[in-house]
Structure formats: structure tokens, C-alpha cells
């Protein structure tokens, strides 16, 4: 008895599998990138030693901006993955010099009363460090305040899956896009943040997840003195894992 074909077969030569009989399921060749793996990891070492100088920085210059730089953090960001494929997203670039005065005494408002009766002391104490207050100069000195919003159902946007991840992996993607383009920024995260769709015309359906200044760090920024946890304290092998590892690095090196 002949076996029926559950979808169209594509074409063996592009290599690609039996499709489902979804129709709505379709497929293309996966992008590829061509490194050689000594261009592979001196990339990889590159990309790691810029990335270790990111820091948060509270003190910007008033040194323009080119807006292209930010035009092209945010399309890295719209790259990163998403639940479902539904990029819950939206990125508001703040730069008219009203709105930022706006978006600042509205954060100073609501940071007055976290820093004098919503913070616990623990909280606060775990703040010290840092050295942060309730004033928040930076949402006005910065050029560009970037205000991103999950996008939830509404009436011209389905109901998301996995919000918060999807835009939490863009927004990392935004920082490290600003960053390698000499960029300074800031995750800003007032609580709460529903004024912020007041001031920027955002509907209902989208909330705000992280308020970033942008811009070029002052001459005489300063950040604290702290330091990063140790890569065997974020990075772990369980067992067995260790002998792959060395198996591929031989592999890698010849």
C-alpha cells in the first residue's frame, strides 16, 4: 500500500525536510556565517574584552548623537528571539528636550517615595554600594532616553507568549549593540511605570519594561567600585561535561 506524503517535500537539494501539513508552516535555509575557527574565536575574544568594559553609567555628556547608532540598536534588538514569533516589543526613542524634562519629574516623583517608605531595608542597604538616590538628572542630560514596552493584547496585537523573556534577550541585545558603538547607558526601572504611557501616547496594551538613557559618558563620569562574580561562579559543568569540552577544544586546535 503506497505511504501518503503528509506535505510537500522540498527539494532535497537545498537539503531541507518533509514539511507538516500545516499550511501555514514554511521554511527557508537557515543563515549561515562562513568563520574559520581562528576568526572564530579571535571574534569571540574580541567581542568579550569590549563587552567587559560595559558598565552603567549615570553621568552623560550633552555631545550629539548620531541617530543612526540608535536606529541600528534597536534593529539588533528586533533580531533576538521571541515566544511564538510574535516580537512583543516596542522601542520609543525619547529625544525632544520637553518630554525628557517630563519623563524625569515624573521618575523623580515616584523614586522620592521609593527611596523614603516603598524600598525595604534590605533593599536599600543591597542599593548603598551603588551609590543611587532619588534624583535622576540622567533622563534629561542623555540625548536619546529609550523607553521599551512588552506589547500585550489589544485590539491590533495578539496576546504574547513569554513577554517578559523575549523583550529581557532584546534588550540585552540593544545594550551590547550601544555599547560596541561607544555608547554609554543606563537600565532605568521605576515602579510603578504606567505614567510612562501617559507622557509617550502608548496604549494600553503595552507596559514598560526598562527606561535606557543613551548617550556619550560625561568627562569626568565616574562608576563604583565594584566587581563582576568570577566565571566558575556563573559557569558550571556537571559531570562529564568537562571530558566533551576538552574533546572539542582538541578537536578545534588540531
Not at 515566544?83 to 515616584?110: H, I, M, S, T, Y
Request: net charge positive; charged share 25%; glycine share 6%.
Amino acid at each position: 500500500m503506497p505511504v501518503r506524503s503528509t506535505g510537500p517535500v522540498v527539494p532535497s537539494r537545498v537539503g531541507w525536510s518533509e514539511l507538516t501539513c500545516n499550511p501555514r508552516h514554511r521554511v527557508r535555509p537557515v543563515p549561515r556565517q562562513q568563520v574559520q575557527a581562528e576568526q572564530a574565536l579571535a571574534r569571540s575574544r574580541a567581542f568579550l574584552e569590549a563587552m567587559r568594559t560595559r558598565r552603567t553609567v549615570r553621568d552623560f555628556s550633552d555631545r550629539p548623537v548620531s541617530y543612526e547608532l540608535i536606529r541600528n540598536a534597536v534593529a539588533t534588538a528586533a533580531t533576538a528571539p521571541s515566544g511564538a514569533n510574535l516580537q512583543p516589543w516596542r522601542f520609543v526613542v525619547v529625544a525632544d528636550p520637553q518630554r525628557k524634562r517630563r519623563l524625569r519629574a515624573a521618575a523623580e516623583q515616584e523614586e522620592r517615595a521609593f527611596y523614603s517608605s516603598r524600598a525595604s531595608a534590605e533593599w536599600l542597604a543591597a542599593l548603598e554600594p551603588l551609590g543611587t538616590d532619588w534624583r535622576k538628572p540622567f533622563l534629561e542630560t542623555a540625548p536619546y532616553v529609550i523607553v521599551v514596552f512588552e506589547v500585550h493584547k489589544g485590539p491590533r496585537s495578539p496576546r504574547p507568549y513569554y513577554a517578559k523573556e523575549s523583550v529581557g534577550i532584546a534588550v540585552g541585545l540593544l545594550l551590547a549593540s550601544l555599547h560596541q558603538a561607544g555608547l554609554a547607558t543606563l537600565t532605568h526601572t521605576p515602579s510603578p511605570m504606567r505614567w510612562l504611557n501617559e507622557i509617550l501616547d502608548r496604549p494600553a496594551e503595552e507596559r514598560a519594561f526598562v527606561v535606557v538613557p543613551v548617550g556619550y559618558a560625561a568627562e569626568d563620569a565616574t562608576v563604583p567600585d565594584i566587581g563582576r562574580k568570577r566565571l566558575d561562579e556563573v559557569l558550571i559543568l556537571p559531570d562529564g561535561t568537562e571530558g566533551a569540552v576538552l574533546d572539542v577544544r582538541r578537536s578545534w586546535s588540531g
